[in-house]
């Protein structure tokens, strides 16, 4: 995530606490998990016990990858690190920035999911992967899966999603738009409806995130040190594309 946190503030500070009813760990976030742990046995070149969850937000990856990996997370976000230690007592978790963050250790399996897409330049994206590169073994394996590349962009789509706890009901409304397709950025605009015993308060922010093509993530990886394997990964009506990468070396 950035550093400054100037337009990722809302739901990584003082919204952070509606994050939990944004996406089921149980359901979506497990299946996917479930996806990330097979590629991991499937491409790993040595036996695989420890992973780093790069970006790892309010600990929802962890909660099923833990199952087969003893988990170790790094967010920027003290809120979401708090929300994750809460889920995962046993879990390790750590304040700190993808881009720059060394830990001084390495683990045989590293994963970053949608916190990638906050690289909004190609620096920021390099840097991460190299992050990425150096907490890992030689034939560890990274898990990266972009929310977007440019050939999957969808120009002004705007997704709704509703939840419910316990008197509170909660519309998440997110767009997507590229004001300028000729660079590496695109918009996030994302307004919350929250209803506390149905009385209204609204809430929006603003994020600039980082898109960039499939050739664009072959060559980086391949250029930090990875070998490179692909492949999709459907959640619903969406399709991914879900790098499995091998340390060399």
């Not at 705007?158 to 008197?167: D, L, N, Q, V």
């Not at 072959?218 to 459907?234: A, D, I, M, S, W």
Request: hydrophobic share 40%; aromatic share 10%; glycine share 8%.
């Amino acid at each position: 995530m950035r550093s400054d946190m100037e337009d990722t503030a809302h739901l990584y500070t003082d919204l952070a606490w509606l994050w939990p009813m944004w996406g089921d760990a149980s359901t979506e976030y497990a299946r996917y998990c479930q996806h990330v742990a097979g590629l991991i046995r499937q491409h790993a070149k040595r036996p695989a016990s420890t992973l780093l969850n790069l970006g790892c937000g309010g600990g929802k990856n962890a909660l099923s990858l833990k199952r087969e990996f003893a988990v170790t997370g790094v967010d920027l976000s003290p809120a979401m690190l708090a929300q994750a230690k809460e889920l995962n007592p046993e879990g390790t978790f750590v304040q700190g920035d993808m881009r720059t963050c060394r830990l001084g250790q390495v683990f045989d399996a590293v994963l970053m999911d949608d916190a990638i897409s906050h690289m909004s330049c190609r620096w920021d994206f390099v840097a991460a992967l190299r992050t990425a590169h150096a907490h890992l073994h030689p034939g560890g394996v990274l898990v990266a899966t972009p929310d977007v590349t440019t050939e999957t962009f969808q120009q002004n789509r705007t997704i709704a999603t509703s939840a419910t706890r316990e008197g509170l009901e909660v519309v998440f409304v997110e767009n997507m738009y590229d004001p300028d397709l000729t660079d590496d950025q695109y918009e996030t605009t994302i307004l919350y409806l929250i209803r506390e015993h149905g009385r209204l308060r609204t809430e929006t922010e603003h994020w600039t995130m980082g898109i960039f093509s499939l050739d664009t993530w072959r060559q980086v990886l391949r250029e930090t040190g990875f070998e490179v394997h692909e492949g999709p990964y459907k959640a619903g009506e969406d399709e991914y594309t879900v790098f499995a990468c091998v340390k060399t070396g």
